[in-house]
C-alpha cells in the first residue's frame, strides 16, 4: 500500500513539472540599460529591447516564433546596430540567487556601417519578475558576420533591468 502512495506522489510530482513547463516563455521579455563597454568599465554598452515569445509553444512550452526589437550601442567601441527580424534559438533556468529565465536568439542587424548577424540572449533574474535577487540580470551579444563581425560583449545589467511577463 505505501508503494501505491509513492508512486501516486511521484506521478503527482511529474504531472506538476510538466504542466510547469509547458507555461514556458510564451510572453513579453522587455528591459534595457548599460553593460560594461568592451573598451572598459569607464565606457557604457547601452541596450533596450521588447520581445514577443508566441506559439504555438514547442514541447518544452517554449514560444516557436518571435517578433520584437532590440537595440545595441557600445559607446567606447563604436559599435551600434538594429535587430528586428530574430529567431528564438535557445531558453535555459539558471539557478543560484533564484532562478532565471534566459532567451537566446539569432537574428539580422542594420547598422549605418551595413548589415550584418548576431547572436544574443537575455537573463532575467530579479524581484520586479518575481524570479530571484536584483542586480542579476545579463545580456549578451556575439556578432558572426557584417561590419561588427567577432565583436562579443555580455555582463551584468548597469542602471536597467530585464523583466518577463507571462502571456495571461
Not at 510572453?27 to 506559439?55: E, L, N
Request: with cysteine; hydrophobic share 35%.
Amino acid at each position: 500500500m505505501k508503494e501505491v502512495k509513492w508512486k501516486q506522489c511521484a506521478m503527482l510530482a511529474i504531472a506538476g513539472l510538466a504542466v510547469l513547463s509547458l507555461s514556458g516563455c510564451i510572453g513579453r521579455y522587455t528591459g534595457g540599460g548599460s553593460i560594461d563597454s568592451t573598451v572598459g568599465p569607464a565606457q557604457k554598452a547601452t541596450f533596450g529591447f521588447v520581445v514577443d515569445g508566441m506559439g504555438p509553444p514547442d514541447l518544452n512550452g517554449f514560444p516557436s516564433k518571435v517578433k520584437g526589437q532590440f537595440q545595441y550601442d557600445d559607446h567606447g567601441a563604436g559599435v551600434s546596430f538594429h535587430v528586428s527580424q530574430m529567431t528564438p534559438t535557445d531558453f535555459f533556468y539558471v539557478l543560484g540567487g533564484g532562478v532565471a529565465l534566459g532567451i537566446q536568439y539569432n537574428g539580422t542587424y542594420s547598422s549605418i556601417d551595413g548589415p550584418g548577424s548576431l547572436t544574443f540572449g537575455v537573463s532575467s533574474h530579479d524581484n520586479t519578475d518575481g524570479l530571484g535577487d536584483m542586480d542579476k540580470d545579463s545580456v549578451f551579444v556575439d556578432v558572426l558576420s557584417g561590419p561588427y563581425a567577432g565583436y562579443v560583449n555580455g555582463g551584468l545589467v548597469q542602471h536597467g533591468t530585464i523583466q518577463f511577463h507571462p502571456a495571461k
